[in-house]
C-alpha cells in the first residue's frame, strides 16, 4: 500500500466520492449519497488516492460518545489491497483523537470488520436517533446488516 495516500478530501473532492458511492449504492450495498449530501458530510471523510485518482472513502459520524464509520467504499480494482483497513483504521484513530469512546458499524460483511476488532452486536444497543438514515434505505424496515462495535481504548 506504500502507493496510497490518506488525505481530508475537499470540495471538489465530493463528485468522485458520489460516484464512488453510488456505484455500491446501486448493488444495494450501502446508502447513496447525492453530491450536494457529500458536501454536507464532507469534515466527516478520509479519502484514499493512488497517483492522483481517488480509490477509496470512508466517514466517521458522531453522535455524541458514540461514533459510526459509514460510506466506506474502496475501487474495485484495489480491494484486497489494504485501502479498506487503512481506511477504517483512520477513522478510528480519527475517534480517538476526537475522545470516542465506541465506534460502531452497520454493514453486509461483518468478517471484515471482525478482523479489525470490532464485535457482533444486537442492534437494539444503539439510540433510536441513529436509524434516521435507515428511513431512506430499500431494505428499510426488514435491515439484514450485522451491527458490530469496537471499544476505543487511550493509545499508550
Not at 467504499?73 to 476526537?98: F, I
Not at 436509524?131 to 434505505?137: A, T
Request: hydrophobic share 40%.
Amino acid at each position: 500500500m506504500a502507493d496510497i495516500t490518506l488525505r481530508k478530501p475537499g470540495v471538489q473532492d465530493a463528485p468522485e466520492i458520489q460516484k464512488l458511492l453510488a456505484h455500491y449504492a446501486a448493488r444495494q450495498m450501502l446508502l447513496p449519497l447525492t453530491t450536494g449530501q457529500v458536501v454536507e458530510r464532507l469534515r466527516d471523510f478520509v479519502v484514499a488516492e493512488e497517483e492522483g485518482r481517488l480509490v477509496g472513502c470512508g466517514a466517521l459520524h458522531l453522535w455524541s460518545d458514540l461514533a459510526e464509520i459509514r460510506s466506506l467504499a474502496v475501487a474495485e480494482s484495489h480491494w484486497r489491497r489494504g485501502v479498506g483497513s487503512t481506511l477504517v483504521r483512520a477513522c478510528l484513530q480519527e475517534g480517538r483523537d476526537l475522545g470516542i469512546r465506541r465506534v460502531f458499524v452497520l454493514t453486509y460483511k461483518p468478517e471484515f470488520f471482525e478482523r479489525l476488532g470490532f464485535r457482533r452486536v444486537p442492534k437494539e444497543t444503539f439510540p433510536h436517533k441513529i436509524w434516521e438514515d435507515c428511513m431512506n434505505c430499500p431494505q428499510f424496515p426488514n435491515c439484514s446488516e450485522t451491527a458490530l462495535l469496537t471499544e476505543l481504548l487511550p493509545v499508550a
